[in-house]
């Protein structure tokens, strides 16, 4: 079983092929950064237009680079939301025109779920585990029970930690994007120089929030204006890594009383490639009797192979969805979670 995966719902385009064996066969990404770096971030016009120039091209590549013709797939899986809608509906466009022109099942993914099942493709991890889902547009603890079955613990009620990291480091002067930026700053600093509010620690519940400490960076900042801005980057990974082990612990407990034997946590998003909060959440892991999962930092980002995988899980369960399916801008993994305060994406 053979599946072309199409994502578009940012500010990556991206094309793979990936077979049921878990073998990618070919994983092609077109990063936007050097169109977005000089807005310090995502322009939602500028992303739909750079799909639209790029992904028929990516598309060509990846079935060159997997040496197969279009007639050899089993199905098209292409993201369906959440994200920018421009960008999505690109994506899900072209996705339908070619399952539709080769005869073939369309597979309409949720973004969300193509990073929950990643460590499927990776790992051949078996059900169920928790997902810690950590990037520029969403920050959740879900409980992953099987196929189709997310039981969401915990989101941001405010901002998520990938904005945060990118408007702490415009705030500090460093490069976009502001996640590797603040990594790189904060190895040359003392977290211990300053103090900043660790939001939501120490209270029940796994939710997270993110805006007051963006905030408290900014008056820090502006009382402070010799500050060396590798000491604020420090300080600023060390709370956001704090934050993350308190909530995660939270969320941990929550889901070893649905499930007692439950062995693994999973980092996905382009956050979990920070090596800092790799190393404290391993540390939680090992100490309440988990095994941390973080799949490569290129499946960790935006990346069609995520998405052609959870099409490959779809259609092994007899799923597929119609030529009508719409596109979504909001589309929740958990349906009887309630709706959170943020719903932007990378913005």
Known sequence: MIVLGIETSCDETAA?????????????????????????GVVPEIAARAHVEQLDGLIRQAM??????????DGVAATAGPGLIGGVIVGLVTGKAIAAAIGKPLLAINHLEGHALTARLT??????????????GH?????????????????????AVGEAFDKTAKMLGLDYPGGPAVQRAAERGD????????????????????????TAVRRLLDNNSSLRAEDVAASFQQTVGDVMVDRTGNAIALAQAFYPDLGHLVIAGGVAANLHLRQRLDVL???RGLALVAPPTD?????????????????AAGL????????????PLDPDAKPAPFAGKKA
């Open 16 to 40: 793979a092929v990936v077979d049921d064996a878990r073998c990618i066969r070919a994983n092609i990404v077109f990063s936007q950064l050097a169109e977005h770096r000089p807005y310090g």
């Open 64 to 73: 060159a680079a997997a040496q197969l013709e279009f007639s050899d797939l």
């Open 123 to 136: 790992d051949d991890l078996a059900f169920p585990y928790l997902l810690l889902l950590i990037s520029g």
């Open 139 to 159: 920050c959740q603890l879900v409980l992953i029970e099987g196929l189709g079955r997310y039981r969401r613990l915990g989101t941001t009620i405010d901002d």
């Open 191 to 214: 977290p211990g120089t300053v103090s900043l509010p660790r939001p939501m620690a120490g209270r029940e519940g796994c939710d997270f929030s993110f805006s007051g400490l963006k």
């Open 285 to 287: 892991c090992r100490e």
């Open 299 to 315: 499946l960790c980002t935006d990346n069609g192979a995520m998405i052609a995988w959870a099409g490959v899980e779809r259609l």
């Open 320 to 331: 597929h969805d119609p030529l009508d399916t719409p596109a979504r801008a909001r589309w």
